[in-house]
């Protein structure tokens, strides 16, 4: 704060109670927003206001809010201040320093808590940061499952429970869609046209997740999300909200879960059932080869959030002794790593029979020569830029290249029965 001449108020409220969280990832949430306060604001004054708050639905929140008077942001940099790498623009970024991870990974933090982060700024004015943590954690279905299937129990009989999902929606195109999409997905779709309907299939069923439009003719969404929240035997149920309109924290204050808009995209839709540990599959294994300790958090959280379980090398000589003891279904590689650089490591990775098949992923900050394409193109099948990408299109990426893998290597192993 003193370094560039700033003063911080303190600001909180007596009634602050208790909060069930993990405490070390809400005090580098904290610290990380401050820390940005004080880099970004010059002779100013940032201020740090907490408060607790109780919805419709009897939900607990604890709010925790960072105000400054620095430099702010245009509504082109908001809509992109929580994905990796992203600063106001180059000038900023030379002269504050930073790789722009920090946003990203405390959103992902906040995520994990089953809270989320808002943020507020006019140019040349500043900002205001929100962090909303729910003061009861949000408990995790299927817990078990996924832990027998992080330790390899029952990986070679157990055969996946169909997972319904309920869609609640007037719009008969929608209903069609989802239905053919999720189907597809390897998901039992129930549907209903209406809020009642919607309620009475929810009781009746229990589905595993629920998709819900906001506009109905009977009762609307907001409406239905109160009902099943307040409900004991449906509120533990993820609610995803699916609409036209833009209300994403009124639905998260009443406990969605999370908000798509319409037209929906199937993929970030069962991204967000992945997130949920709702998947038709085990969670796929991705080995992450980084040098960077930071940009390793930041993968690590963006993948296990979507369900996938992670191991983690600095250089490609530790990857080579983490592919020995584990084949993943997938490698993400940088490129410019001490030891053993991401070039030797493909090198002896596509010398090897055993691994050469493994889809790796090249994700590197470096500017590449078409002779470096070339060779890489080869032996990888993508290359992204970091700064140049988004997590959802990673993700895609990603998800993509893994069913790829799984289909072929499933061909191959019934040619062989």
Not at 89 to 109: E, H, M, P
Not at 313 to 332: F, H, Q, S
Not at 353 to 365: D, N, Q, R, Y
């Amino acid at each position: 704060m003193e370094k560039n001449g700033n003063t911080l108020v303190l600001d909180w409220a007596k009634d602050l109670g208790t909060i069930h969280a993990d405490a070390t990832r809400l005090r580098q949430i904290l610290l990380n927003l401050l820390s940005n306060a004080a880099k970004f604001t010059e002779n100013g004054r940032i201020t740090f206001h907490a408060s607790r708050k109780s919805t419709e639905t009897g939900r607990e929140w604890l709010i925790f809010k960072v105000s400054d008077t620095g430099i702010g942001m245009t509504e082109n940099q908001l809509a992109h201040i929580f994905e990796p790498f992203i600063q106001a623009d180059n000038s900023t970024s030379r002269k504050y320093g930073g790789s722009g991870l920090g946003l990203a990974i405390s959103q992902r933090f906040c995520q994990m808590m089953g809270g989320y982060i808002d943020v507020e700024s006019v140019y040349g004015q500043g900002s205001t940061f929100t962090v909303y943590v729910p003061a009861r954690p949000i408990s995790l279905e299927n817990e078990n499952d996924t832990h027998r299937w992080e330790s390899g129990e029952a990986r070679e009989t157990a055969t996946p429970t169909p997972i319904s999902i309920l869609v609640i929606d007037d719009d008969p195109a929608t209903r069609e869609f989802l239905t053919t999409q999720l189907t597809k997905e390897g998901f039992d779709v129930i549907t209903a046209s209406t809020g009642t309907e919607g309620l009475e299939l929810a009781r009746k069923h229990s589905p595993s997740a629920i998709t819900l439009d906001i506009l109905m003719p009977d009762i609307d969404g907001w409406s239905v999300l109160a009902t099943l929240k307040n409900d004991p035997t449906l509120q533990d149920i993820p609610v995803i909200l699916v609409s036209i309109t833009h209300h994403k924290q009124k639905g998260f204050s009443l406990g969605a879960t999370d908000y798509l808009l319409k037209p929906v995209n199937i993929q970030q839709l069962t991204n967000v059932l992945r997130k949920h540990h709702l998947s038709t599959f085990p969670p796929s294994h991705i080995l992450v080869i980084e040098d960077s300790p930071e940009m390793r958090d930041y993968l690590r959280l963006a993948l296990e959030s979507q369900g996938y379980t992670v191991s983690e090398a600095t250089n490609g000589r530790e990857g080579l002794a983490k592919l020995a003891k584990r084949a993943p279904d997938i490698i993400l590689l940088d490129l410019m790593m001490p030891h053993m650089n991401g070039f030797q490591f493909l090198d002896v990775v596509h010398r090897n029979p055993k691994w050469h098949k493994i889809p790796v992923i090249v994700l590197t900050a470096v500017e590449l020569s078409s002779m470096q394409r070339e060779t890489l193109n080869r032996h990888v099948k993508s290359i992204i830029q970091k700064g140049a990408y988004s997590s959802e299109a990673l993700i895609s990426e990603i998800r993509n290249q893994i069913l790829f893998y799984k289909q072929h290597k499933q061909l191959k192993e019934n040619r062989l029965e």
